[in-house]
């Protein structure tokens, strides 16, 4: 069955133009129809093009894909426009599990964050270890730096570094993409810049890319990814039975496995770390 992924400009277009909610109406369709709101990484890395397929295979559910922003595929969820999301923001995935919005926040996968740029690193960016004077460094040097600026999990992790920095962005230097993270890497390239991006996404589109990995290791550039389910309360057409379906089979252990080798023989490395049962105060101790 092939996956039908939405992005949110189609979800808005849909909701003009059909006399039609968005879920099928209620019955035996909707329970096997599920909703996933989820970071473009997990897209853009090509995970979920091996691991829906899988889930449908074994459970009979469809899966329908909303691909954006960390901080949009949350507030998606929250308003029941989804039926489970994964997400790379611990500080606001536990704010929505808080309010009661999200529900049994479990830990699927890690990977980290570096910092790319041109192969010359006019910043020299290579010459420290710690992602906060790196960026001290692009600012001083007067380089370009693109952000994704779309409140998804990188996003938010780039402006608590700006905050450890001690440094307001602003000027012609600092450009807001306002999209994924694979497009904000292709303007990075394209603008011989710098940028902040996942691991898994930039490997992924490594080849098209003249940009090179300068900063990596630094212990607040760790990304971990949790799957939630949403809250019924949400809206009236959350999918519950489909939601929980999917968050138990990104734990299961076969997944785990799964997940444990995708890009190996494609990238000579894999993109994320499973991390299913663990807390995550033991992670990247």
């Keep these: 069955m092939q996956r039908k992924t939405f992005s949110r400009t189609l979800l808005g277009t849909l909701t003009l133009i059909l006399p039609i909610p968005l879920y099928l109406p209620a019955g035996e369709a909707v329970s096997k129809s599920v909703i996933l709101s989820t970071t473009t990484s997990t897209q853009d890395s090509g995970l979920l093009d091996v691991l829906v397929p899988l889930f449908e295979k074994k459970t009979g559910h469809s899966v329908k894909t909303i691909s954006v922003g960390t901080g949009q595929a949350l507030a998606l969820a929250a308003k029941g426009e989804a039926d489970v999301t994964v997400a790379h923001a611990p500080s606001l995935e536990k704010k929505y599990i808080a309010a009661g919005k999200l529900l049994n926040r479990r830990l699927v996968m890690y990977n980290d964050f570096v910092i790319v740029g041109p192969a010359d690193d006019p910043a020299k960016v290579k010459s420290t270890r710690r992602s906060v004077e790196a960026l001290k460094l692009v600012v001083v040097s007067g380089a370009r730096f693109i952000s994704r600026g779309d409140n998804s999990g990188t996003h938010n992790l780039e402006k608590s570094l700006w905050k450890m920095a001690g440094i307001d962005p602003k000027g ?114």
């Design 172 to 285: 012609a230097w600092y450009l807001e993409s306002g999209q994924g993270m694979g497009a904000t890497l292709r303007i990075a390239n394209d603008r011989n810049a710098y940028t902040l991006t996942d691991r898994a996404t930039y490997l992924a589109f490594q080849k098209r890319l003249a940009l090179t990995v300068l900063l990596e290791g630094d212990k607040p550039l760790l990304n971990i990814y949790s799957v939630m389910e949403v809250n019924a309360a949400n809206g009236p057409r959350v999918n519950n039975t489909g939601g929980k379906a999917f968050a138990d089979f990104m734990v299961s252990p076969k997944t785990q496995t799964v997940i444990k080798s995708f890009g190996l023989e494609k990238y000579g490395q894999p993109l994320f770390v499973p991390i299913a049962g663990r807390r995550e105060e033991e992670i990247g101790g």
